[in-house]
């Protein structure tokens, strides 16, 4: 077999897992948006088959051969630059499915689908003590799974990097914590500002279909090409990318609550550029997909925040919004542009504004790298939890569910994920701050409605290269500086203290 033989032999494996993949993607999207309540038993078993044939496929056999053939290829002056990001990427996936024992994935898949439905009946009940045993096996198993994937002394990593390649907690733990320094006094100082919103304004009455059309115009003002996508209502928002011309968007309605609806569109809106920008031709291998979790976060981070609560994109969808929610009455612009940049500590992550939010994720990383390195028992979590919601946000859960059960991630053995939220929310400022640089003032162009010169910039420098550097490897090419906190926290200052008229 010639070292082109095996590359040959590695794409179309890959392109055909691809195809898996994507039919696999398109039933859990049925499943989240039209399926019938009794179709769901088969539609799990569907799943499951779909996830045996592509976990197979990861790991055959034949790959090693293919893989350390195709690396003999003589190297030629300028290597196919596809070919060796494909290459890189083939041997770390092979690398992260065929560490981990079968009998470890199966009692881990079954783990995280029991903690997950056990966490659906706990958490409303509020019952911790029915949840702990499952969340108590699911921390056991996952430390065994790090020690397989054997990336190093820090256990955490091998879970973090399956989320965000190459990122590890010592590198974390210094720039997450400066941040949280950082957002502190600028927390404090909004807090005592004199100038409050009104909340009540978002919470009148705004009926479905005005919702409804105001969400299909602002993701297609953004550039999202509804000719490649579809927006449908589902209960938990996502985007999904089934394929080139297809990547679909979903959102969920609240007729007491604007923002639910508006800012969550935005949110998959940004995810779904990426998807509509990565290149179609390279689709099936690494080389045309997105980067990483935190990466992809980045892009919903940037059009739901930086752009969608600015005041020059409220500047052209302020008016639209006013004729189709007439509840909107005489409220003024910058009123409503303060009543969405409404900053106040919460005890849900999910509903946390862009200052508080990422005080959410940094208690957790802190709280979750502890299990892992046995420094704090699962028995003792609640209490380490409440601890630091008190410290870093003053407030007391009342409860396990608006505590430490609200959220689904731990409960399915997604730990090291909630870093990448942050990550996101780094990586959009830093490459935000760096597309005005280039791209040059923007705003009159946003108030006209025109976002055109930020997706083209968004586009050639972080949807086209797909999976050709690592996130931060990334980040430092395009802005030309290494991930830092500073950019978020002086966008963050800038537009607050602006907002509520305080000296931070
Ligand atoms: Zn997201």
């Known amino acids: 077999m010639t070292p082109h033989d095996a590359y040959r032999h590695l794409v179309s494996h890959s392109r055909e897992t691809a195809y898996l993949k994507s039919i696999r993607r398109l039933l859990a999207w049925d499943q989240r948006t039209h399926l019938p309540r009794r179709g769901h038993a088969h539609r799990a078993g569907q799943l499951a088959f779909l996830a045996g044939l592509i976990h197979a496929r990861l790991t055959d056999p034949r790959l090693p051969e293919w893989l350390e053939r195709a690396a003999d290829a003589d190297a030629p002056a300028a290597p196919d630059e596809a070919q060796a990001v494909n290459l890189r990427e083939w041997r770390r ?117 005005a919702q409804e059309e105001l969400a299909r115009l602002a993701a297609q003002q953004l550039g999202y090409d509804l000719a490649a996508g579809r927006l449908d209502p589902a209960a938990h928002p996502f985007s999904t990318g089934i394929g080139p011309g297809d990547v679909r968007i979903t959102t969920r309605y609240d007729e007491h609550y604007f923002p639910t609806s ?20 390279h689709w099936g291998t690494p080389r045309g997909e997105a980067v990483s979790l935190g990466i992809h976060e980045s892009q919903s981070r940037l059009w739901e925040n930086l752009v969608g609560r600015s005041l020059s994109f409220w500047r052209f969808f302020y008016p639209l919004a006013r004729r189709a929610c007439p509840a909107l009455g005489e409220a003024t612009l910058p009123d409503f542009h303060l009543a969405v940049n409404d900053v106040r500590p919460s005890l849900i992550r999910t509903e946390a504004d862009e200052v508080t939010y990422n005080l959410h994720i940094i208690f957790r990383f802190d709280l979750e790298l502890a299990l892992l390195r046995n420094d704090l028992r699962v028995a003792d979590l609640p209490g380490a939890w409440n601890e630091r919601m008190e410290k870093d946000l003053g407030l007391t859960p009342p409860d396990h569910a608006h505590g430490v059960m609200q959220d689904v991630h731990w409960s399915a053995g997604h730990f090291g994920y909630f870093p990448t939220y942050t990550l996101g929310n780094l990586y959009a400022a830093q490459l935000f701050h760096q597309a005005r640089l280039e791209v040059g003032p923007w705003e009159e162009h946003f108030a006209a409605g025109d976002f055109s010169g930020l997706l083209d910039w968004l586009r050639r420098r972080i949807h086209h290269p797909g999976k050709s550097f690592r996130p931060r490897e990334l980040i430092a090419r395009v802005t030309g500086k290494t991930l830092e906190s500073d950019e978020l926290v002086a966008y963050l200052k800038e537009k607050f203290a602006e907002l509520y008229n305080v000296r931070t």
């Open 93 to 209: 996936e092979y690398h992260r499915a065929s560490r981990v024992p079968q009998d470890l994935v199966v009692a881990l898949a079954q783990a995280a689908a029991e903690g997950e439905s056990a966490w659906g009946r706990a958490r409303p009940a509020n019952d911790w003590a029915a949840f702990r045993p499952y969340l108590e096996n699911l921390v056991s198993l996952k430390r065994q799974e790090a020690q397989a994937l054997d990336l190093g002394d820090e256990p955490y990593d091998a879970l973090l990097d399956g989320y965000e390649p190459d990122e590890t907690a010592a590198a974390l733990q210094p720039l997450l914590a400066r941040l949280r320094e950082a957002l502190a006094p600028l927390l404090r100082a909004i807090g005592e500002a004199p100038r409050r919103p009104d909340p009540g304004l978002l919470r009148r009455h705004f009926p479905r279909p």
């Open 262 to 281: 508006f800012f969550g569109t935005l949110h998959e809106t940004g995810h779904a550029l990426y998807d509509q920008g990565l290149p179609p031709h």
